[in-house]
């Protein structure tokens, strides 16, 4: 007879296309197990917004294991130790991760339990491509996204086809010191999270519906669509795909089918890139295991960021800057645990570049406020809009929030949902609200100042100073700009 398998669920939270799963299934019996580890993620311990997700996507698992998911809190090498004395079991399978700090975790663990005589596999569950198996030709890693892509990826395989939900699970009885869901303290006391509830379905089966969704109304017009923060073609995978609800071979290949159906290949080529942005930040992640704190470009340690700002920082924070796109995507931050990327792009160029605050500030913000939050996505996407990542976006490339608040929400849709008070302002003016004749303004019932921020920061002040600050970071820069200089206006001269 065989003993029972440990399976040990991580950022996996699914029973299809689950490698590790699938595989110990094969072996018998299974007990299936989620361990919150605080204590070793150390400073990446989740944000509110995460582990509001994570308590409901562990709710919704263990239904689907028959309420047998044991849970517990603390340290994984004590508890796999403990629960595989206990229950004879020979073998512990996981899928991998690939945050530094969990990846020096595991191998420990690994060896730990292989010395102790227990049968330890991982599988990946969680990338198209390992990172250690794209590299270049003299054997070190891309630093460009294309070549990564094209030449390292595509080239390399076609990501493998999922694996079906194992059938006739062989589930142990739940055991007697599993803790509940509740008992994980996931959830935070003030009850914010309620605002959230109404915008999400956690857990595997909404991430197949939303996936489902969007194969059927995204993809056909998603690389245009995914640029308009009101329209409904980006898929909204983000959270599943981080807590591994869905894998992201099962959006790879569906999106895939559909596409080819509806003759839809240029957008099936964007999507599919974009799961490669995801891939590449990973692969950022474990060659730089730095990259949450550190530039990758080191010019950039030498750039004069305000840091005393706080009140430009609180007023980005709160969605009350005065530029109603950067407010609106504040504020759906804020109400939903997510942002749409056009959007966030727009936040994260106005906090480094136009207030010029660090942003590793800006990560800090989204880590705590994300519900797909992830140290490699969030890490390599700041660096990238900061100017100082891998294959970051050059850095005079200063996003200009009213241009592209007019571009991509020029019926003004997305900012009249998430700030009501500038609802009654016509369209063409929604993006700019200074330039609104009195008249209008006093009609739309708005007193700038009161009822909505006029701007914090002169935009083309503001974009000089960047300017200027890049500049003063040359090896031999000409000028060093004092760090409280940042073109933030007490009284905007707009
Ligand atoms: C400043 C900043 C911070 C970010 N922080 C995060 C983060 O913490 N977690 C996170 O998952 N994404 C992050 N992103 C990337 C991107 O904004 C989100 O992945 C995307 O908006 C999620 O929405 P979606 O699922 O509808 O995307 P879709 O357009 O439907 O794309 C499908 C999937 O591809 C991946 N993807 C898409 N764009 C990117 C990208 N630029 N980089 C990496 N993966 C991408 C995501 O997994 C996404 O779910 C950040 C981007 C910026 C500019």
Known sequence: MTTPTIMWFRQDLRLADNPALHAACKRGAIIPVYILDDIGAAEWKMGGASRWWLHHSLTSLQHSLDGCLNLYLGDPLTVLTQLAEETQAQAVFWNRCYEPWRISRDSHIKSRLSEAGVDVQSFNGSLLWEPWEVLKQDGSPYKVFTPYYRNGCLKRSTPRAPLPEPCNMDLAAKRHDSLLVDELGLLPDLRWDKKLEGHWTIGEAGAKDRLDRFISQGIEDYKAGRNFPDKPYVSRLSPALHFGEISPNSAWHASAEAAVLLGRENDLDTFHSELGWREFSYYLLYHFPKLPTANLQSRFDRFPWVNQSNSSLEAWQNGMTGYPIVDAGMRELWETGYMHNRVRMIVGSFLVKNLRIHWRQGANWFWDCLADADLASNSASWQWIAGCGADAAPFFR?????????????????????????????????????????????????????????????????????????????????????????????????
Do not use: M
């Open 398 to 494: 200063i996003f200009n929030p009213v241009t592209q608040s007019r571009k991509f929400d020029a019926d003004g849709n997305y900012i009249r949902r998430y700030i009501p008070e500038l609802a009654a302002l016509p369209a063409k003016y929604s993006h700019a609200p200074w330039e609104t004749p009195a008249d209008i303004l006093d009609n739309a019932g708005i007193t700038l100042g009161k009822d909505y921020p006029k701007p914090i920061v002169d935009l083309i002040a503001s974009r000089q100073w960047a300017l200027q600050a890049f500049k003063s970071t040359k090896e031999n820069g000409s000028r060093k700009l004092p760090a409280d200089d940042t073109g933030v206006l007490e009284v905007p001269q707009l």
